[in-house]
């Protein structure tokens, strides 16, 4: 039972244009939503995260989405950059939970020059 | 600086060994969690401790033990290796138990190969 989907495994953006990763989650109890980065051979790094009572959060070039009601966050990358190319992990967690994470199974972003 | 140190990088072990896999936390935090990450599947959570000498089973304990002796080291057993174990393990670690929010901060991984 896949509670975090991640449905496109690879995207591919040209540089400078925007990249949009989707997320969609099916437990209601979800309450805190975080992006990672992960380049190959290394841990994953914290991006950015939303908590449920927002529907949006920004830094920087990166910006999070949360659509409560269709159980479906959104990153998007603007503008993208080279070293942006690298696999993105959507994870969630709920009080319930307590401090575990849920992780989606990833989305390759290629960004070509 | 955050730091969590994962003893190894890179392990092949043959079927039927015993692998420890072992993760040290600097940041004095109470949570600790090992993670495993697949193709297509992202991580799945094997077992997570949020206290010395406490753990709790995760998704996919099956075939796996972990001991937290002290608070900033957390081990991986792998009782005996089977070839469907051969993946990438992320050890994280994870302060402020008393909420779910705040991000968990990883290790570099252990790509481990069983033949």
């Known amino acids: 039972d896949q509670q975090v989907k991640q449905n496109s495994p690879s995207l591919s953006v040209q540089e400078g244009r925007i990249s949009i990763l989707n997320c969609d989650y099916t437990?209601?109890?979800?309450?805190?939503f975080l992006w990672y980065k992960k380049y190959p051979a290394e841990g994953p790094t914290f991006l950015i995260s939303i908590s449920s009572i927002k529907d949006k959060n920004e830094d920087g070039r990166f910006t999070v989405f949360l659509n409560k009601s269709a159980k479906h966050l959104s990153l998007h990358i603007v503008p993208s950059q080279p070293g942006d190319s690298a696999v993105y992990f959507c994870?969630?967690?709920?009080?319930?939970?307590?401090?575990?994470?849920?992780f989606g199974q990833g989305t390759r972003l290629t960004i070509n020059p | 600086d955050v730091k969590v140190t994962q003893s190894s990088r890179y392990l092949v072990k043959r079927t039927g060994e015993k692998v420890f896999l072992e993760c040290v936390q600097d940041m004095d935090h109470e949570n600790m969690f090992w993670y495993r990450q697949d193709p297509g599947l992202g991580l799945r959570l094997i077992y997570f401790?949020?206290?010395?000498?406490?753990?709790e089973k995760g998704d996919i304990p099956e075939g796996y033990s972990v001991s937290r002796e002290k608070k900033e080291r957390f081990s991986l057993i792998l009782e005996s290796a089977s070839t469907n174990q051969t993946s990438m393990y992320l050890c994280?670690?994870?302060?402020?138990?008393?909420?779910?929010?705040?991000?968990?901060?990883f290790g570099e991984g252990s790509r481990l190969t069983v033949l």
């Open positions: 401790s949020y206290d010395v000498k406490m753990k």
């Open positions: 437990n209601s109890m979800f309450d805190y």
């Open positions: 994280a670690s994870k302060g402020d138990r008393a909420a779910n929010t705040g991000e968990l901060f």
């Open positions: 994870a969630a967690s709920s009080l319930q939970g307590a401090q575990k994470l849920v």
